[in-house]
């Protein structure tokens, strides 16, 4: 058997990448109108980012435990690498970490320090490498080496949702007067939601989206995932200015952002995740 590679819902994988990969996934929770809903399993409210008492929680170590342990059974023993949502933006990390005890060595746990695709890329690279037959080790190693490798920025709409959810981290102190401000923000090498810039329009904060973005990739090769809430159009024409800008990139895809960031992050919010090649 192979070593197996869990993550969780935030990572934004389709199907058929899961399937492909053999990546299993833990539901994180999103909590609407008094209902505890399983993302990626149950249904959640199209609008659930404009609900103001919606709110979101990480994996539980029960939840994480026994998707754990039937990950370790698959591989005959291998073991198990699991590939997380930011520690600084969900308590999953710290559950799993937790979960992860009871298996002792047999499961590794990575902090990807990002979000949405941005845990995808991380996972996708650990099970490449147990998928070209690398021991635990190995798979690991894979996965920590993608992680500096991410890059992640978004562009919100609205400041209610991140004052209500507290993820702004050091932003904190200019939520309260910036009411016209489109701020892009990005993932610092910690995992934190940090401010970039401070812009007052749409157009020019998804430029300075655009700009961010290919000044990380430069001349190399890279994976790029457009995220939206709600705002397709916006997304599309960020995706199509950083295909101009950047023809070398290796694929490019556009998917809504998921319930539980867009609980966090509001309505018409914008966000690129990159992955750097080796």
């Known amino acids: 058997m192979a070593v ?64 754990y342990r039937r990950a370790l059974a698959d591989s005959d023993g291998d073991g198990v690498v699991a590939v997380h949502l930011s520690a600084a933006l969900s308590s999953t990390y710290s559950s799993a970490v937790g979960a992860a005890r009871e298996f002792g060595s047999a499961v590794r746990v990575v902090n990807s320090r990002s979000a949405a695709a941005g845990v995808g890329f991380v ?59 489109k701020p892009l923000l990005r993932l610092d090498v910690d995992g934190r939601l940090v401010l970039f810039q401070r812009i007052r329009t749409v157009s020019k904060a998804h430029a300075a989206l655009v700009d961010a973005v290919v000044e990380v990739v430069g001349d190399r090769t890279a994976t790029l995932a457009v995220h939206h809430v709600d705002d397709h159009d916006g997304a599309a024409q960020v995706g199509a200015a950083l ?32 992955m750097l090649d080796e």
């Open 4 to 67: 197996s590679v869990v993550t969780d819902s935030s990572a934004r994988l389709e199907p058929q990448l899961l399937q492909r990969w053999g990546i299993r996934q833990v539901p994180l929770h999103v909590l609407v109108d008094g209902a505890d809903l399983l993302d990626e399993v149950d249904e959640v409210p199209h609008d659930v980012h404009d609900r103001p008492h919606a709110t979101t929680a990480g994996a539980t170590p029960a939840d994480l435990t026994k998707v």
């Open 123 to 181: 996972a996708l690279a650990a099970a490449r490498a147990a998928h070209a037959g690398g021991d635990l080790d190995a798979v690991e190693a894979a996965a920590r080496a993608a992680v500096p490798r991410g890059h992640a920025f978004i562009v919100v709409h609205r400041l209610d949702n991140l004052r209500r959810s507290g993820r702004i981290g050091t932003a904190a102190s200019w939520l309260g007067t910036a009411l016209s401000l």
């Open 243 to 274: 295909t101009d800008a950047l023809p070398q990139v290796n694929s490019m895809s556009i998917t809504e952002m998921g319930p539980v960031l867009s609980v966090h992050v509001g309505g018409g919010a914008v966000g690129v995740c990159v």
